[in-house]
């Protein structure tokens, strides 16, 4: 029988602001709904790395959502760094190369084993939610259609020993049809049939997600844009625990 716990875990709310006065209001009001927070790269850049503190004490799980790209000697740096602070989830750019993921996996296993912490879990970020197929042909130059090429990113993250993925909910269903089950989906562009789209592309609702065989879902301003978060969330979540239950 599937519980508002075991939903919860689905959950992941984007603290999608510059201010530590609204994050931590957000915080407080939510920390008994949600299982996870995602820190991002406003926040994180506003505040520092305390917020994850703050998130931790409140006794909810941290998805920070930094998108690591760079040479593999300065993203092994930052993964350990962010390991460190005790980061539930955290993740780099799939195009860094298998290289890159080699190492900031290195890093993450010898930081958390040196500091006597629980392994995070590390995702590979593969097409944003806000681009399409027509960005990565004329803008990038990448002339692979975006479910080959996701589903690309996908193995090479499997081949370099990384826990999951970050992609669309529409791509899902394939990365589920071609990659082990226990591979992490994480996925942005969540929208209730209730809510705005905003400025994501690839959208899903969150019954939709689930039944394609996502994990985890980082819903933001159909939330903390709500007039009442709270009663959002709790829709959210009986929207979430109605998709497991028709799953099982």
């Not at 602001?17 to 915080?27: G, M, N, Q």
Request: aromatic share 4%; net charge neutral.
């Amino acid at each position: 029988m599937t519980t508002k716990a075991q939903a919860k875990e689905y959950l992941m709310v984007a603290l999608d602001t510059s201010s530590e006065k609204e994050a931590l209001e957000l915080i407080k009001k939510l920390s008994d709904k949600v299982g996870y927070f995602k820190v991002g790269l406003e926040l994180f850049s506003s505040i520092g790395p305390k917020i994850i503190d703050i998130i931790k004490d409140h006794g909810n799980k941290v998805f920070f959502d930094g998108k690591f790209l760079d040479i593999p000697n300065t993203v092994s740096k930052a993964v350990s760094n962010i390991v460190k602070h005790r980061a539930d989830i955290l993740n780099v750019y799939m195009s860094g190369g298998a290289h890159m993921l080699q190492e900031a996996k290195k890093s993450l296993i010898e930081t958390a084993k040196a500091n006597n912490i629980s392994p995070p879990k590390l995702l590979g970020v593969t097409v944003l939610t806000s681009m399409t197929s027509e960005v990565l042909e004329n803008d990038l130059k990448i002339q692979t259609q975006i479910n080959d090429y996701i589903l690309h990113l996908a193995k090479l993250g499997i081949q370099n020993g990384l826990d999951g993925i970050i992609c669309s909910a529409n791509e899902a269903k394939l990365i589920r049809e071609n990659i082990k089950s226990d591979f992490l989906i994480v996925t942005p562009g969540i929208r209730p049939s209730w809510a705005q789209s905003d400025d994501q592309k690839r959208i899903a609702t969150p019954k939709d997600a689930i039944k394609n065989g996502v994990t985890h879902l980082v819903i933001g301003r159909p939330i903390t844009s709500a007039k009442d978060p709270i009663l959002a969330a709790e829709k959210i979540l009986n929207e979430i625990e109605d998709a497991l239950r028709e799953k099982a």
